[in-house]
């Protein structure tokens, strides 16, 4: 299978009660370790890279977004499973339209700055040029609380208005809504976020398009089951799967003497030595663990 439009993924997700993983990547090493689960479990994906953090004024290195694009191009196409490619969450309007030049076959404005008026102009227009070329849009109604680990602070977020989520999706034609029912983003740890379930249903009975849960990282997992059942088609995880490589990197450089090994082994040849492979394969299990959860496991077969 190669790259195929995520709503046929998310379609295809609801007819069978399963919800498909958007497993966010910011490197080769952690797409590879997505598509790798994927290949294993015959699981359809979602893969993509965050768009506000390639795009982020602070970064001291500048980025090409043909370079992001052009890896998960040939990731997707080369695929044995469905595979989506989403450049996600960017406020930059521009850059998101160049997301859609380069590649990406979805693309999600960060509305978090937006009124709700200005949240329809921006998403009519992105629909408008993404739909020309085949490609789609994800867009939110609501607001996730966003964790900061460094502070340990919490932003504050604001539950979907169902109304609200109708009329949005109907004015602007969007392919998928991301909603706010009580999941956190960047939530870590053991504290875990519980999911209002009333909201989700009504959420599901009145919105036209397939739901999206982001903030996967910390959403209670029997709570993350029901809202599959009533109707998410995809889940957002991020931050979990880079705790996952921070910590396959730290427990390999604990366990080893780095110093005295050939630098050719640690970093190229992809043998047992090969702390990138360590890591690659740590994501791996993550998102396979991640797969069983959202009940995507040998779906990949099923889908014509
Ligand atoms: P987490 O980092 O909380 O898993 O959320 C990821 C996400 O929602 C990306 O859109």
Redesign the pocket.
């Known amino acids: 299978m190669a790259l195929v439009p995520m709503s046929r993924l998310l379609t295809h997700a609801r007819q069978h009660a399963y919800a498909v993983g958007?497993f966010?990547s910011w490197n080769m090493e952690s797409m590879l370790g997505v598509i790798d689960a994927a290949e294993q479990m015959e699981s359809p994906v979602i893969i993509g890279f965050?768009g506000g953090f390639i795009g982020h004024e602070d970064r001291i290195v500048t980025e090409n977004i043909y370079y992001y694009a052009g890896l998960g191009r040939a990731v997707a196409s080369h695929a044995n499973v469905p595979v989506a490619f989403i450049f996600?969450?960017a406020d930059n309007v521009p850059l998101l339209v160049k997301a859609l030049k380069a590649g990406f076959n979805v693309i999600?404005h960060d509305h978090e700055s937006c009124t709700f008026e200005e949240s329809i102009e921006v998403n009519k227009y992105l629909v408008g040029i993404a739909h020309a070329q085949d490609a789609e849009v994800e867009a939110e109604i609501g607001l996730?609380p966003?964790?900061d680990m460094a502070t340990n602070t919490m932003t504050a977020g604001e539950n979907t208005d169902p109304d609200e989520a109708e009329d949005f999706v109907r004015q602007t034609d969007v392919d998928a809504l991301?909603i706010a029912v009580g999941?956190?983003?960047?939530?870590?740890g053991q504290k875990k976020s519980s999911l209002y379930m009333d909201l989700v249903e009504t959420l599901s009975k009145k919105v036209s398009v397939p739901l999206v849960?982001?903030?996967?990282?910390?959403v209670d997992e029997h709570d993350l089951k029901e809202a599959i059942k009533l109707g998410i088609a995809k889940v957002?995880?991020?931050?979990?799967?880079?705790r996952t490589f921070i910590d396959a990197l730290k427990g390999y450089y604990l366990s080893r003497e780095v110093d005295t090994l050939d630098p050719n082994d640690v970093t190229s040849k992809g043998g047992e030595m090969d702390m990138l492979v360590f890591a690659r394969r740590a994501i791996t299990g993550e998102v396979i663990r991640m797969m069983n959860l959202f009940g995507s496991i040998k779906k990949a077969s099923l889908f014509t």
């Open positions: 958007y966010e965050n996600n969450e999600m996730l966003a964790v991301a999941n956190v983003h960047m939530l870590e849960l982001h903030g996967g990282t910390g957002n995880v991020g931050t979990i799967l880079r």
